[in-house]
């Protein structure tokens, strides 16, 4: 069975972006770049179906700019076989990519897809979702633990007050949640032996996606901001600002 | 204009939380029906239809519906769209598992977590954890929303809206539903809670959380935990506020050995009163708290209690 892992080139978790002065996105010149951490998560998933011989090809496809090659690398290192680049512009919509990815499905015939739950740039949480509905499939979003037996795959979902498993027909999409696993480094000789792996780069026209949006930012604002309060000196003071001035407890 | 709400229940009642969607999406500008979708669930259409500015209730019932699985409710959703302006449900696990997979359906795209309703097709969403915040116009024909509760104030009850029943879609033949396990507790809701009380890495231990439950019982208050606590294994994954968890935004939010990453603000910096109590004077929660007190938790804890009564 194929895996198809998808990847997203974003900003790096630990940077505190900066919106620009004129409101028209955020300023990511010369900031640090990584996969997405849900999609790593996607990725180890993928390879570990593969060391368990469950799956015979791991298949890592980013759509974006050509840096998003050096992301399909991080890929290639972890253990995938090969990588596709979709090239388009670096702010195309989740609908757009799921429909990019559709097709991509349609080629490669994978079992199993799988997506990092969000990417943390725009959180969005839809492009899993709107590729199995493109696709027909079903889905297993936010996903803590996947088991496949018996041509299914049984998914265990992070879901509001805790957890629901559900049983899905494959080949099914399956959305990556931060409990799935915990990724592995990459090595140095693993490294230098992804340098050699296929990459291989497709336009959406080439595959027949419509990449069109109907949304448009308008701007990018800096949310409201907070002010610090005060420092109390000690809990008995703690415990009357909070009866007498801020009135939330009795 | 006319918005279709997708209700959040558990085929027995309807969660509060669909009354901060209704309330946004009376601000889409025209009439508001709710779809009600499950198995056995006419008491959640009667209580719908209870609530303020419901013109309509729709309800569609099917053995196929009863565990929500997405696969189902997205074709019952998008049956129904077509008649629609908006079509909105709460950006919880549910609303973000099921909507993107209806509006791809009908080939629109989405706008998630929805903050504020700017105009009937322009609408602010936090991105980069909260960090930014971006005004998206759409111009699709259907507007397909999530909308985060926490930032739009409940509808109330007077309404006396009729219930219509619409024929369920057939099953997809995609997805079975084998189990949940829901973890049982007389606490409030954490999304909905009036004061969460929340433990960081500081915390030490799962014991340990003991200490804040027996505050949470004092305070009538949700438990909430920071992501490094839940990796940790100090708490259940459930309670994870911030980006990648739950969104809060209680009248009293009190974080106890939490650092305040940006992660963890993104979920809570819009709660009407923070507290953060924390042995570091430089952690960054201190920043967005109202009241800071630098001190060993293990003996404010216990003194705190003590004085609340």
């Known amino acids: 069975m194929k895996v198809l892992v998808c990847v997203k080139r974003v900003v790096d978790y630990n940077v505190k972006v900066r919106v620009k002065s004129d409101q028209s996105g955020v300023d990511i010149a010369n900031v640090k770049m990584s996969m997405n951490p849900f999609d790593e998560i996607a990725v180890e998933q993928a390879m570990r179906l593969r060391e368990a011989s469950q799956a015979t090809e791991v298949v890592a496809v980013s759509c974006g700019p050509t840096q998003c090659q050096e992301t399909l690398r991080t890929a290639l290192a972890m253990g995938a076989d090969r990588a596709i680049l979709v090239e388009c512009e670096a702010d195309v919509g989740p609908l757009a990519v799921a429909r990019i990815l559709a097709r991509l499905v349609e080629r490669e015939q994978p079992g199993l897809v799988i997506l990092g739950k969000q990417a943390i740039d725009d959180d969005s949480n839809q492009t899993g979702q709107m590729l199995a509905s493109l696709c027909d499939m079903p889905q297993g979003t936010f996903a803590s633990k996947l088991v496949l037996e018996g041509g299914r795959a049984v998914v265990t979902r992070e879901v509001d007050g805790g957890l629901e498993t559900v049983s899905l027909r494959m080949p099914a999409v399956v959305t990556a949640d931060l409990r799935l696993n915990e990724p592995r480094y990459v090595t140095l000789p693993n490294i230098m032996k992804a340098k050699k792996k296929p990459l291989e780069t497709v336009t959406p026209a080439a595959l027949g996606a419509e990449t069109a949006s109907a949304q448009r930012v308008l701007k990018v604002s800096e949310p409201p901001t907070r002010k610090a309060g005060i420092r109390v000196p000690d809990v008995a003071t703690l415990v009357a600002k909070l009866r007498d001035e801020a009135k939330v407890v009795s | ?309």
């Open chain 2, 1 to 309: 204009m006319r918005a279709l709400v997708l209700a959040e229940h558990d085929n027995a009642s309807l969660k509060p939380l669909n009354r901060n969607v209704l309330a946004a999406a009376a601000r889409c500008g025209g009439e508001v029906d709710v779809l009600v979708a499950g198995q056995g669930c006419a008491a959640v259409a009667a209580q719908a239809a209870k609530l303020a500015g419901v013109a309509k209730v729709l309800l569609s019932e099917a053995p196929h519906f009863e565990h929500g699985l997405a696969e189902n409710i997205a074709l019952q959703v998008a049956a129904l769209a077509g008649g629609y302006t908006h079509v909105i449900a709460p950006a919880s696990s549910f609303g973000r598992n099921v909507l993107p997979r209806a509006a791809a359906r009908m080939g629109f795209g989405q706008v998630s977590d929805v903050t504020a309703i700017v105009s009937a097709d322009t609408f602010e969403r936090p991105i980069y954890a909260g960090n930014a915040i971006a005004t998206v116009q759409s111009g699709d024909a259907i507007q397909f929303l999530t909308v985060r509760p926490t930032s739009f104030d409940p509808v109330g009850e007077g309404g006396a809206a009729p219930v219509e029943t619409v024929a369920a879609v057939a099953d997809a033949g995609l997805s079975t539903f084998v189990g949940r396990e829901v973890a049982k507790s007389d606490r409030p809701e954490l999304a909905g809670a009036r004061v969460v009380v929340s433990g960081g890495r500081a915390l030490g231990s799962a014991e340990n959380f003991a200490l804040l439950e027996r505050l949470a019982t004092r305070l009538n208050a949700a438990l909430g935990a920071s992501r490094a606590a839940v990796d940790a294994g100090y708490a259940p994954n459930d309670w994870q506020v911030g980006q990648t968890g739950k969104i809060v935004a209680p009248q009293l939010y009190i974080a106890i050995g939490i650092s305040g990453a940006i992660q963890h603000l993104a979920g809570m910096k819009d709660s009407k009163v923070i507290v953060a109590i924390n042995k570091d004077p430089d952690a960054p929660i201190f920043q967005v708290a109202d009241y800071g007190l630098v001190a060993d938790l293990f003996e404010a804890i216990p003194e705190l209690i003590e004085r609340l009564g």
